[in-house]
C-alpha cells in the first residue's frame, strides 16, 4: 500500500503568513494527488485536484505542486477562516484512495 | 445543487450489525461511482469503500473486507454500506463522497461529501 506522510502534523501561523505543509508518498505516484480542507465538524472540501489544480470557486491564495513523491501546499496569505486540518489524498492505486494524517493549522 | 445526506448511524454493540444509507441528489446518481470514508473521533481520513456507477463493480479496505458491503439503488438515488461483526475500532464518523472522473487525463477527486453519520461500536 501507498503510505501518505504529511508534515507538519500541526503549524501555527499569522494572519497573513505564507503557510507551506508537504507531504511525501511512499512511492512514486506521479501527479496523482489531491488536497481537502476539513473545518471543525465539517465534512472534507476539495481544494486542489491533480497536485496543482484549483477546484473552482477555491480561493487563489490557495496552491499545490509537486509530482513524483514531494508535494507541497501553499497558502499564500492566511485568512483567518483558513483555520482547519489539510489533508492530501493520492489515488495512485485506485480504486484504493489513501489520505495523510493531516495537519491542523491554527492561527498564532 | 449537489447534496448527499447519510443517515442510519447510531449505537451498536461489539458484534452487531448496522446498515448506513446515503440519499443524493443533483445529480445523475447512476453516472458515478460513490465512496464511503471514515474518520475515528480524532483522528484523520480512512477510505472504507467505493462502488462504480451501474454497482457492478465494488472495492474495500482491508480493514472492512469482508465485514462490510457497499450497495447502490440508483432507481433510488440512493449508497448503501452494510457493517456487520462491528469492533470497537469502527467507532467513526461514516461519509459518503462522490468521485469525480476525468479518465482521459487520470484525475479522481471526491467533490461532494455528506454531512456524516456517526457510528459508535460500544457495551
Known amino acids: 500500500d501507498i503510505q501518505m506522510t504529511q508534515s507538519p502534523s500541526s503549524l501555527s501561523a499569522s494572519v497573513g503568513d505564507r503557510v507551506t505543509i508537504t507531504c511525501q508518498a511512499s512511492?512514486?505516484?506521479?501527479?496523482?494527488l489531491n488536497w481537502y480542507q476539513q473545518k471543525p465538524g465539517k465534512a472534507p472540501k476539495l481544494l486542489i485536484y491533480d497536485a496543482s489544480n484549483l477546484e473552482t470557486g477555491v480561493p487563489s491564495r490557495f496552491s499545490g505542486s509537486g509530482s513524483g513523491t514531494d508535494f507541497t501546499f501553499t497558502i499564500s496569505s492566511l485568512q483567518p477562516e483558513d483555520i482547519a486540518t489539510y489533508y492530501c489524498q493520492q489515488y495512485d492505486n485506485l480504486p484504493r484512495y489513501t489520505f495523510g494524517q493531516g495537519t491542523k493549522l491554527e492561527i498564532k | 445543487e449537489v447534496q448527499l445526506v447519510e443517515s442510519g448511524g447510531g449505537l451498536v454493540q461489539p458484534g452487531g450489525s448496522l446498515r448506513l444509507s446515503c440519499a443524493a441528489s443533483?445529480?445523475?446518481?447512476?453516472?458515478?461511482?460513490m465512496s464511503w470514508v471514515r474518520q475515528a473521533p480524532g483522528k484523520g481520513l480512512e477510505w472504507v469503500s467505493a462502488i462504480s456507477g451501474s454497482g457492478g463493480s465494488t472495492y474495500y479496505a482491508d480493514s472492512v473486507k469482508g465485514r462490510f458491503t457497499i450497495s447502490r439503488d440508483n432507481s433510488k438515488n440512493t449508497l448503501y454500506l452494510q457493517m456487520n461483526s462491528l469492533r470497537a475500532e469502527d467507532t467513526a464518523v461514516y461519509y459518503c463522497?462522490?468521485?469525480?472522473?476525468?479518465?482521459?487525463?487520470?484525475?479522481?477527486?471526491?467533490?461532494?461529501w455528506g454531512q456524516g453519520t456517526l457510528v459508535t461500536v460500544s457495551s
Open positions: 463522497a462522490k468521485e469525480t472522473r476525468i479518465r482521459l487525463r487520470h484525475i479522481y477527486y471526491f467533490d461532494y
Open positions: 443533483g445529480f445523475t446518481f447512476s453516472s458515478y461511482a
Open positions: 512511492q512514486d505516484i506521479s501527479n496523482y
